[in-house]
Structures are given as C-alpha cells and as structure tokens.
C-alpha cells in the first residue's frame, strides 16, 4: 500500500508529499470550526472534484477522498495548545515573530488553581519542542528582557511561557531598571504573595505540559530564582533552574523533588555567602555555581550585567534543562 501523503503533526504543521503549511502563521486555532473546515476543503480538492490528481505548490496530489481527512485537517490547529487550567488568547494580542529565531510568539490567559486569571508571554521554538520551560520573571514583571530570555530559550528548542504575576497587583506592569521604574519595583516588593506567586507558576506549568505534553522545567531570576526554588521542591516540575534568589535560603528546609541548578555572584550584595552554603549543606545533591559578578548578573539590561558569567550559567542551565527534560 502506498504510504499515506498527508500526515498532520502535532504542533500544527501538514505535510504534503514533501510539501508543508504550517497552519500556526495564520492563527487557525482562533477560527471557527466552520471556518477551519472550509480552508481544509480547499486544501483538499479531491473531496470537492474527485476526477483525479490535483496539483499544489506544483506538486501532483493523488486521490484521498476521505472526509475523515478534512476533519482531521479542520481540527489538528486546535490540538496544538489543549487548554485545561490556561484559557483563551489575551484579547487583542497578535502572533509576532521572534527576533532570535524562526518560532513565533503570543500572550495567553492562565487561570491558577483560585480562580486567578494571569497573562503569559509564550515564546514558540521553529519546530518539535524539546521540552517546555516555565520563565519566572525577576521584580521588574515581564518586561523587554524577561521576553528576550523565553525567545532565547525557544530558540534553543523549548516552548517558553513566562507567567504575569504582577497581575494580581496591576495587569501589564512592565518595569525597566533605574530611576522611577526601579523606585515603583521597590515599592511592588511589600504587596508581593509568594503563596499567590507560586499558584501563578503551577499555572504556567499546567499550560505548558498541555500546550507540549512533555516534561516541564522551571527557570527564574532573582525574585523568580527564589520560585524557581519553591517550584522544584512544590510543584514538581521535571527540573528547576534559580538565579541569584535572595529568599532561597529561608526555604533551606524544603525538599527538592526533582533536579535543582542554582546560580549566584560572589559580588552580590543582596545574598550573603552564608545562606547559600546553608542551602548546600541541607541539600549536597543541589548543583550550586559561584561567578565573579553581582546580583542579576544575567541581566543585559542592567548595570551589573556580566557577559562572561552570564555566557557560562547560560550554558549550563541548557545543558542541564536539555539533560533532565528532553
């Protein structure tokens, strides 16, 4: 029997006899049914003129009159991004293309286990995911770099969802990193929840085994290191990555459940090297790493920004995520 010229794959993608549309650049997965079956149709003329081969992009496609196909075909957008806990496209946010990288990008509605409904900035890798990472967001929301980190890591083959959780405090607070932009992040700090916080990265988590139905990392810097913590001994993620987290050392007491990295700056001011070794003392098997550098050292946007040990955690937070989730 000949081998079936139409395969539709889970992210979205139909090949046709060496041909491919990728139904993710026209956003099927907000059409209507009715809709979403017409365009299937047309992109099977046999169903609609079965006298013989049909032609698309040039290419000679051999009868298949099956209308199972079209449903199929109607439906296979819709598979992409199941939605159990995360919920609908935020209103009036479009797909953009990743700066870094052919995948694409978009904002989502999350609704943690209270009822809570947050928005998430999704970054999409080109192809397959290897994997899903949950990119928790320093104090200053999900600004220009908290998006630039989830694009690289999409980049790297990862489904990237970085969760809102100022949210619950102002919906769309983007801050950058001096002056007046700083002062606001300082006095966000006191309204901070970290139970509420930690409820908005199961979320986040939820979509993205959903979105994947793969393992799930979770990966944060500075206030999102510490709920990178909480995630890997809370929420049972496949692995976790923390970045310079000042309140890590409170938790010392938690168990991971899985894999933890973790990262600091031996300049940094914020976390005394005493917290950190009371963390490795409680937990040998945590894998700890010390930089020449300060507090929020991954950061490109900020002053202590350090390009050398932010190359270096960079690489190995890959390489770990890569080893535990794909």
């Given at each position: 029997?000949?081998?079936?010229p139409?395969?539709?794959?889970a992210?979205g993608?139909?090949?046709v006899t060496?041909?491919?549309?990728?139904?993710?650049?026209f956003?099927?997965e907000t059409?209507?049914?009715p809709?979403?079956l017409?365009?299937?149709l047309?992109?099977?003329?046999?169903l609609?003129f079965?006298?013989?081969?049909?032609l698309?992009?040039?290419?000679?496609i051999?009868w298949y009159?099956?209308?199972e196909?079209?449903?199929?075909?109607?439906?296979c957008?819709?598979r992409?991004?199941?939605?159990?806990?995360?919920?609908?496209r935020?209103?009036?946010?479009g797909d953009?293309?990743?700066?870094r990288?052919r995948g694409m990008?978009?904002?989502v509605?999350?609704?943690?286990?209270?009822?809570?409904q947050?928005?998430a900035?999704?970054?999409?890798?080109?192809g397959?995911?290897?994997a899903?990472?949950?990119v928790?967001?320093?104090i200053?929301g999900?600004n220009a770099?908290i998006r630039s980190?989830a694009e690289?890591y999409a980049?790297?083959g990862?489904?990237?969802?970085?969760p809102?959780?100022f949210?619950?405090?102002?919906?769309g607070?983007e801050?950058?990193y001096?002056?007046a932009?700083?002062?606001?992040?300082k006095?966000l700090?006191p309204?901070l929840?970290?139970e509420?916080a930690?409820a908005?990265?199961?979320?986040?988590v939820e979509y993205?085994a959903?979105a994947t139905?793969?393992?799930?990392g979770?990966i944060g810097?500075?206030y999102?290191?510490t709920?990178?913590w909480?995630?890997g001994t809370?929420?049972?993620?496949?692995?976790?990555?923390?970045y310079?987290?000042?309140?890590?050392?409170?938790?010392a007491?938690e168990e991971?459940t899985?894999p933890?990295?973790?990262?600091?700056?031996?300049?940094?001011a914020?976390?005394p090297?005493e917290s950190?070794?009371?963390?490795?003392?409680a937990?040998?098997?945590?894998?700890?790493h010390?930089?020449?550098a300060?507090?929020?050292f991954?950061?490109?946007?900020?002053g202590?920004y350090?390009a050398a040990?932010a190359?270096?955690a960079?690489g190995?937070?890959?390489?770990f995520?890569?080893?535990?989730l794909?």
């Amino acid at each position: 029997m000949a081998a079936d010229p139409w395969r539709a794959t889970a992210l979205g993608t139909v090949r046709v006899t060496g041909a491919s549309f990728d139904f993710r650049r026209f956003r099927l997965e907000t059409a209507p049914a009715p809709f979403a079956l017409f365009l299937s149709l047309l992109l099977t003329p046999q169903l609609c003129f079965p006298s013989g081969p049909h032609l698309i992009r040039g290419r000679k496609i051999p009868w298949y009159p099956t209308l199972e196909l079209a449903t199929q075909l109607a439906g296979c957008v819709r598979r992409r991004a199941p939605r159990a806990n995360s919920i609908e496209r935020a209103s009036g946010a479009g797909d953009t293309e990743n700066e870094r990288g052919r995948g694409m990008s978009e904002y989502v509605k999350l609704r943690a286990a209270d009822g809570h409904q947050l928005s998430a900035y999704v970054a999409l890798p080109a192809g397959e995911p290897v994997a899903a990472l949950v990119v928790v967001q320093e104090i200053f929301g999900v600004n220009a770099h908290i998006r630039s980190v989830a694009e690289g890591y999409a980049k790297d083959g990862f489904l990237a969802v970085a969760p809102a959780l100022f949210d619950r405090i102002e919906p769309g607070i983007e801050l950058g990193y001096q002056g007046a932009d700083l002062e606001t992040a300082k006095s966000l700090m006191p309204k901070l929840n970290l139970e509420h916080a930690v409820a908005d990265v199961q979320a986040a988590v939820e979509y993205a085994a959903n979105a994947t139905g793969k393992n799930v990392g979770v990966i944060g810097y500075c206030y999102g290191g510490t709920l990178a913590w909480l995630a890997g001994t809370r929420l049972r993620p496949t692995a976790a990555v923390g970045y310079y987290g000042g309140l890590i050392a409170k938790f010392a007491d938690e168990e991971p459940t899985c894999p933890v990295m973790l990262h600091f700056g031996k300049q940094d001011a914020h976390i005394p090297p005493e917290s950190v070794e009371k963390v490795r003392a409680a937990h040998p098997d945590v894998e700890i790493h010390w930089y020449d550098a300060g507090h929020g050292f991954n950061c490109d946007a900020r002053g202590s920004y350090n390009a050398a040990a932010a190359k270096e955690a960079r690489g190995r937070s890959v390489a770990f995520l890569k080893k535990h989730l794909a």
